[in-house]
C-alpha cells in the first residue's frame, strides 16, 4: 500500500512556473513507475507525464513537452513535477500516481493516487 500526498498548486500568472510534488509514506516509491494527471472542470483526467522507477526513462503529452518536467528522489520517496510557461489551459487539479507497469500514460494502469492539488493560471 502507498499513500500519495501532492503538494505546491498554486494560482500563478500566466509565463509563471510551479514545483509540484508528490510525497510517499507505505512501500517505497522506487517499486514504482510515477506518473502525473490533471483533471479540469467539466473534463475528463488526462495524463500528463511519467517517470520509470529509476528515473532513467520519461515521458510527456504533447500539450506540456519542453515545459514541463518530471522527477523523482527514491532516496526521499517524492516525485515532482516541475512546471514552466504556465498556460491558462493548465489550470487543473494535478494528481500524481504510481504504477505497476513499468511506463505507461494508461490511467487504468496506475494503482495508487494521491487526493490532488489544484494549480490556477490567470490570464
Known amino acids: 500500500q502507498v499513500h500519495l500526498v501532492e503538494s505546491g498548486g498554486e494560482l500563478v500568472q500566466t509565463g509563471g512556473s510551479l514545483r509540484l510534488s508528490c510525497a510517499a509514506s507505505?512501500?517505497?516509491?522506487?517499486?514504482?513507475?510515477m506518473g502525473w494527471f490533471r483533471q479540469a472542470p467539466g473534463k475528463e483526467r488526462e495524463f500528463v507525464a511519467a517517470?520509470?522507477?529509476?528515473?532513467?526513462?520519461?515521458y510527456y503529452a504533447d500539450p506540456v513537452k519542453g515545459r514541463f518536467t518530471i522527477s523523482r528522489d527514491n532516496a526521499k520517496n517524492t516525485a515532482s513535477l516541475q512546471m514552466n510557461s504556465l498556460k491558462p489551459e493548465d489550470t487543473a487539479v494535478y494528481y500524481c500516481?504510481?504504477?505497476?507497469?513499468?511506463?505507461?500514460?494508461?490511467?487504468?494502469?496506475?494503482?495508487?493516487w494521491g487526493q490532488g492539488t489544484q494549480v490556477t493560471v490567470s490570464s
Open positions: 500516481a504510481a504504477s505497476n507497469a513499468v511506463l505507461t500514460v494508461l490511467r487504468q494502469s496506475y494503482t495508487y
Open positions: 507505505g512501500r517505497t516509491l522506487s517499486s514504482y513507475s
Open positions: 517517470i520509470s522507477r529509476s528515473g532513467g526513462n520519461t
